[in-house]
């Protein structure tokens, strides 16, 4: 039973244009979400996080929406640049889980310069 | 300040064997979790430790183990190795009551069971 999924495995966007990357999940419990992206060979790295008391967290090129009653959130990326050619995996926290994340499958994004 | 390192980089191993893993953490974190992801799949929780011992565990069956040592290092241990087990195992560690955009991420131990 997967409780946060990302239907797109991939997506592919052109330099300069926004990529919107999206993250369904069932568990109406999570109370905090986040993103990270990860590089071959490398660790999956912090990117942007929302609290469910929120509907919107903005942080330079990153925006991240949450539409509670749609269970639904995703990330923007505005502009995109070929640095940000990766896999990004949404995550999600259980109310009183700690540190327990669950995630999602990921979506692997190209950045066509 | 280094941040966090696991070793070894790959391993292969055969079906029924016993492997450990290792982690350090990144300097004055405390708590460290393990997460197994499978080829095309996102990472799955193992467990956490918290103080040297196990403080919230996922879906995996006790022949997944671990340990935490006294400067806050971490093993994983997984016995009776089985195919499926062959994943990217990687540890994150963090300080505990801070966020958890603060837990950072190994690159990861590459195991393969043939």
């Known amino acids: 039973d997967q409780q946060v999924k990302q239907n797109s495995p991939s997506l592919s966007v052109q330099e300069g244009r926004i990529s919107i990357l999206n993250c369904d999940y069932t568990?109406?419990?999570?109370?905090?979400f986040l993103w990270y992206k990860k590089y071959p060979a490398e660790g999956p790295t912090f990117l942007i996080s929302?609290?469910?008391?929120?509907d919107k967290n903005e942080d330079g090129r990153f925006t991240v929406f949450l539409n509670k009653s749609a269970k639904h959130l995703s990330l923007h990326i505005v502009p995109s640049q070929p640095g940000d050619s990766a896999v990004y995996f949404c995550?999600?926290?259980?109310?009183?889980?700690?540190?327990?994340?669950?995630f999602g499958g990921g979506t692997r994004l190209m950045v066509k310069p | 300040e280094t941040g966090v390192t696991q070793s070894p980089t790959h391993l292969i191993k055969t079906r029924g064997q016993q492997v450990t893993l290792r982690c350090s953490s990144q300097?004055?974190?405390?708590?460290v979790s393990w997460y197994q992801q499978a080829l095309g799949q996102g990472p799955q929780f193992i467990f956490q430790?918290?103080?040297?011992?196990?403080?919230g565990r996922g879906n995996f069956p006790p022949r997944f183990s671990g340990l935490q040592f006294p400067n806050y290092s971490s093993e994983l241990n997984v016995n009776a190795l089985e195919l499926d087990d062959s994943a990217l195992y990687l540890c994150?560690?963090?300080?505990?009551?801070?966020?958890?955009?603060?837990?950072?991420f190994g690159p990861g131990t590459r195991l393969t069971v043939t």
């Open positions: 994150a560690s963090s300080l505990r009551g801070t966020g958890l955009h603060e837990q950072y």
């Open positions: 568990n109406s419990m999570f109370d905090y």
């Open positions: 995550a999600a926290r259980g109310n009183n889980a700690g540190n327990m994340l669950t």
């Open positions: 430790y918290y103080r040297e011992e196990e403080n």
């Open positions: 929302i609290s469910s008391i929120k």
């Open positions: 300097s004055g974190h405390n708590t």
